[in-house]
Structure formats: C-alpha cells, structure tokens
C-alpha cells in the first residue's frame, strides 16, 4: 500500500513537471512567433483593406476639423474599423448603423439652462429615430458637445432649431413654452 502511494505521488511530479515543461517550450514558440511578426504602420493596414484599392486613404484619414466627425480621430482613439460604425454593402453608400454613436456618446436627452425662460430638454434620441445624422450635423450643429451658442436669435433667423422648428415642417421656435418648460 504504501510503495502504491509512493508510486502514485511520483507520477503526479513526473506529470507536473511533464506539464511544466511542455508550457515553457510552447511558451517560447509564442514569444518566437510575436518577436517575428512585423508592426505594420497604420497607414500601411489601412491601405490594405479592399475598400481602398480603389478609393484614396488620405480622404479617410484627412485632419479633423472642428465641429465635424474625424475619421482619423475615432480611429486612434478606439482603434475602430468602418464596419463598427457603418452597414456595408458592396459600392452602395455606407450608412451610419443607428446605434453607431450611441455605443460610446451619451445621445440621450440633453437639458440646456434655456437662460431666463428655463430649461430646455432635447431628446436626441426622439430626433434621432426620425431623421439622419445628417439632417443636423455638421450644418446646423457641430458634432462636439458645446460647440454651439444656443441663442433664439438664429433659431427665428432659420438656423440651429429653426431650420426644422419653422412652423411648416415642426411648431415654430417663437412657441416658447413647446421647449422652455423648467
């Protein structure tokens, strides 16, 4: 009884250190293969997507401009490939997956001091479900929180909420009480 214990708790060591030893060689082939595989540039990965054989990566990766959606940006800073964003299909246009800016922004309801009339909610989300990104922004409003005065000013003059909030295509942006309601 007592050589089987034995022998038993020598082929547990023989084991461990069959294990041990068949880790730290196939640890060394995955180092080998990671020190061999070359760090391609991004530029270089990019260029090597099918999508630009044809079309030009320096569009894709233009300097941002202030207020407006940088490809170059989001790519550095989430290391984010076209498909996370947009549906694609063949040559047809992307579009922008409905859930695209959501997954990382707060597009939820935003609530603005509104001044002396009180504050105003909007609910990016509501307009969001009913019309495109690009219906709003770059034009009317820039994509980066805050870059926009709100003033009623250019909301009677057509511009910001006023482009929609006309009277013909939704209630005018003169019927105060419709937004400013705290």
Excluded at 10 to 22: E, H
Excluded at 73 to 92: P, Q, T
Excluded at 142 to 164: D, E, H, N, R, W
Aim: one cysteine or more.
């Amino acid at each position: 009884m007592n050589s089987r214990r034995h022998l038993t708790g020598l082929l547990a060591v023989l084991l461990a250190a069959l294990f041990m030893a068949a880790s730290a060689v196939y640890a060394s082939e995955a180092e080998k293969a990671e020190e061999a595989a070359p760090v391609r540039p991004r530029q270089e990965v990019l260029q090597s997507l099918p999508c630009f054989e044809c079309h030009a990566v320096e569009d894709y990766l233009r300097a941002p401009e202030k207020g407006k959606f940088s490809h170059e940006l989001h790519g550095m800073m989430s290391d984010l490939h076209c498909n996370h964003c947009h549906s694609i299909k063949g040559h047809e246009t992307p579009k922008l997956k409905g859930e695209a800016c959501g997954a990382c922004h707060s597009t939820g309801t935003m609530v603005y001091s509104g001044g002396g009339m009180g504050k105003v909610s909007f609910n990016h989300e509501a307009h969001g479900a009913m019309f495109n990104c690009g219906n709003c922004h770059p034009d009317s409003f820039s994509m980066k929180k805050g870059g926009v005065k709100m003033k009623m000013t250019p909301m009677y003059q057509g511009k910001l909420c006023g482009a929609c909030h006309n009277g013909q295509m939704a209630f005018a942006s003169q019927d105060c009480m419709k937004c400013h309601r705290g």
